[in-house]
Nanobody, 120 residues
Framework: VQLQASGGGLVQAGGSLRLSCVVSGSIFSIDDMGWYRQAPAKQRDLVASITKIGSTNYADSVKGRFTISRDNAKNTVYLQMNNLKPEDAAVYYC???????????????WGQGTQVTVSS
């Protein structure tokens, strides 16, 4: 199972970016998916998560600005980031709980990270 994240880049404060993460490989089903971020010298924190049926959860710092969504047919999770602030700058990682077989347990997988830089 591989997670490929894309969409990061450099944006001015107040701007927008859309991150995407495609899950590929041996997949029976994908349960919870999410985005985390890690700034230099800081821990990796949850930004947003979404269940298989679309229930979402957000960090307080991004509520009202970021939107997480998923396309189950494409095994893809998105993060729409609006009104970006300098403090949003970090490496963003996608995460997914994947079952490889109907009888198997979930395993947790991480993408490689995509850099988001916000200039003030």
């Amino acid at each position: 199972v591989q997670l490929q994240a894309s969409g990061g880049g450099l944006v001015q404060a107040g701007g927008s970016l859309r991150l995407s993460c495609v899950v590929s490989g041996s997949i029976f089903s994908i349960d919870d998916m999410g985005w985390y971020r890690q700034a230099p010298a800081k821990q990796r924190d949850l930004v947003a998560s979404i269940t298989k049926i679309g229930s979402t959860n957000y960090a307080d710092s991004v509520k009202g600005r970021f939107t997480i969504s998923r396309d189950n047919a494409k095994n893809t999770v998105y993060l729409q980031m609006n009104n970006l602030k300098p403090e949003d700058a970090a490496v963003y990682y996608c995460n997914a709980y994947v079952r490889k077989r109907s009888w198997s347990t979930q395993n947790n997988y991480w993408g490689q990270g995509t850099q988001v830089t916000v200039s003030s």
